[in-house]
């Protein structure tokens, strides 16, 4: 089942209250919590805990000053243990290399995973540190941030390229790129007419333009999900308001994939953040000065973020039906998606102010610096 893809009206996230998650946590960990909040989620359920410090379990030798995270997985990753110890695997990875990322802590029977029956379906169970700071989405925007983000995904890819691991070959997940011509199933949640045709005229492009070109692109290991809510930033020495990329977090996108995708998605949810196309080439310009994008595959960038932009919105949709409080879900609709996906797919741009001609951007932003 390591291949299985959402399909329509499937319910993937745990169903399970508070008092059972601190269960959880003492029955697995030791851990005795004295606080519980539960953080933003797609289709897992993440709880941070801090320990009651008059509590702490003898078993766990190195307690986490900043507290943990319980992430309890949706029920199709769940099926793919190889995937999950590939998780593990490439924080450590990471982390023995200087770029600040959860570090998963091992469980009382010595595991950094077990899986667990929750309301009648399996998911798998980790506790993680918690890695301080504030997100990107709760600071002041400013290029030097976008401009840095474009540096830190450049320095993780090139990383990655010496990390491997079985449990990504056989990764299937709906929010790969790759996995755009899937989003013909959920369409039918898009009720606006001008909406639709927008989508069904990206999802077609990215049939023709894309599909074909996959096998030639350059491809490696990806976050997959480099966004506002999975970026980490702490305050520069000496400041309050100027912030500088502190670690990453959320590797559940994780994937072997195209370099450009890393690259098309991070400025996608950073051009959301602004509701600016010209964002996208201040990230190009952070992101090229660590590692160098091919002219063939720059030139697929615009059609690799509408579709990033469509499938956020069209699952979305999709996913505000079936959890209409969900918060997460929520953020791309209030950020403006379609209308920023207008701008980018606008025919008629002025040659000399055209918001999508990200190269030029990037190259006016580091000659300013």
Same mark, same amino acid.
């Given at each position: 089942?390591?291949?299985?893809?959402?399909?329509?009206?499937?319910?993937?996230?745990?169903?399970?209250?508070?008092?059972?998650? &601190?269960?959880?946590?003492? #029955? %697995?960990?030791g851990?005795?919590?004295l *606080? $519980?909040?539960?953080?933003n989620?797609?289709? !897992?359920?993440?709880?941070?805990?801090?320990e009651?410090?008059n509590?702490?379990?003898?078993?766990?030798?190195?307690?986490?000053?900043?507290?943990?995270?319980?992430?309890?997985?949706?029920?199709?990753?769940?099926q793919?243990?190889?995937?999950?110890?590939?998780?593990?695997?490439?924080?450590?990875?990471?982390?023995?290399?200087?770029?600040?990322?959860?570090k998963?802590?091992?469980?009382?029977?010595?595991?950094?995973?077990?899986l667990?029956?929750?309301?009648? &379906?399996?998911?798998?169970? #980790? %506790?993680?540190?918690?890695?301080?700071? *504030? $997100?990107?989405?709760?600071?002041?925007?400013? !290029?030097?941030?976008?401009y840095?983000?474009?540096?830190?995904?450049?320095?993780?890819?090139?990383?990655?390229?010496?990390?491997?691991?079985?449990?990504?070959?056989?990764?299937?997940?709906?929010?790969?790129?790759?996995?755009?011509?899937e989003?013909?199933?959920f369409k039918?949640?898009?009720?606006?007419a001008?909406k639709?045709?927008?989508?069904?005229?990206v999802?077609?492009?990215?049939?023709y333009?894309?599909?074909?070109?996959i096998?030639?692109?350059?491809?490696?290991?990806?976050?997959?999900?480099?966004n506002?809510?999975n970026?980490?930033?702490?305050?520069?020495e000496?400041?309050?308001? !100027?912030?500088?990329?502190?670690g990453?977090?959320?590797?559940?996108?994780?994937?072997y994939?195209?370099?450009?995708?890393?690259?098309a998605?991070?400025?996608?949810?950073?051009?959301?953040?602004?509701?600016?196309?010209?964002?996208?080439?201040?990230?190009?310009?952070?992101?090229?000065?660590?590692?160098?994008?091919?002219?063939?595959?720059?030139?697929?960038?615009?059609?690799?973020?509408s579709?990033?932009l469509?499938?956020?919105?069209?699952?979305?949709?999709?996913s505000?039906?079936?959890?209409?409080?969900?918060?997460?879900?929520?953020?791309?609709e209030?950020?403006?998606g379609?209308e920023?996906?207008?701008?980018?797919?606008?025919?008629?741009?002025?040659?000399?102010?055209?918001p999508?001609?990200?190269?030029?951007?990037?190259?006016?932003?580091?000659?300013?610096?």
């Amino acid at each position: 089942m390591s291949g299985a893809i959402l399909e329509p009206g499937q319910i993937i996230r745990a169903n399970i209250d508070h008092e059972s998650v &601190k269960l959880l946590a003492e #029955r %697995l960990y030791g851990i005795s919590v004295l *606080e $519980l909040t539960e953080l933003n989620g797609y289709d !897992d359920r993440n709880f941070k805990l801090i320990e009651d410090p008059n509590m702490k379990n003898p078993l766990i030798t190195n307690h986490s000053e900043h507290g943990y995270v319980l992430k309890i997985l949706n029920s199709i990753d769940s099926q793919n243990p190889g995937f999950v110890e590939a998780q593990n695997e490439v924080m450590n990875f990471l982390g023995a290399r200087g770029v600040i990322c959860p570090k998963p802590i091992r469980n009382i029977y010595g595991h950094l995973h077990s899986l667990e029956t929750i309301n009648g &379906k399996q998911h798998v169970v #980790r %506790l993680l540190e918690y890695v301080p700071g *504030e $997100l990107l989405k709760d600071v002041p925007k400013a !290029d030097a941030l976008f401009y840095q983000l474009g540096e830190f995904v450049a320095n993780i890819d090139n990383k990655l390229q010496h990390f491997n691991h079985s449990g990504l070959m056989s990764r299937e997940h709906i929010w790969m790129l790759n996995k755009v011509p899937e989003l013909d199933k959920f369409k039918f949640a898009i009720k606006d007419a001008e909406k639709l045709d927008l989508v069904e005229e990206v999802i077609e492009e990215f049939k023709y333009a894309i599909l074909p070109r996959i096998d030639e692109l350059e491809k490696g290991v990806l976050h997959g999900d480099i966004n506002e809510m999975n970026i980490v930033v702490v305050p520069k020495e000496g400041s309050k308001t !100027d912030f500088r990329i502190g670690g990453v977090i959320d590797f559940g996108d994780m994937q072997y994939s195209c370099y450009v995708f890393e690259l098309a998605i991070t400025m996608t949810y950073m051009m959301l953040q602004t509701g600016d196309p010209r964002t996208g080439g201040i990230v190009l310009a952070g992101y090229t000065v660590n590692r160098r994008l091919p002219d063939d595959e720059y030139m697929l960038l615009k059609t690799l973020i509408s579709a990033r932009l469509v499938q956020s919105l069209t699952i979305g949709a999709y996913s505000i039906q079936n959890d209409p409080n969900n918060e997460y879900i929520l953020s791309t609709e209030k950020a403006n998606g379609w209308e920023l996906l207008k701008k980018i797919r606008k025919t008629k741009l002025d040659p000399e102010d055209d918001p999508t001609d990200w190269k030029k951007i990037a190259n006016e932003f580091l000659t300013r610096s």
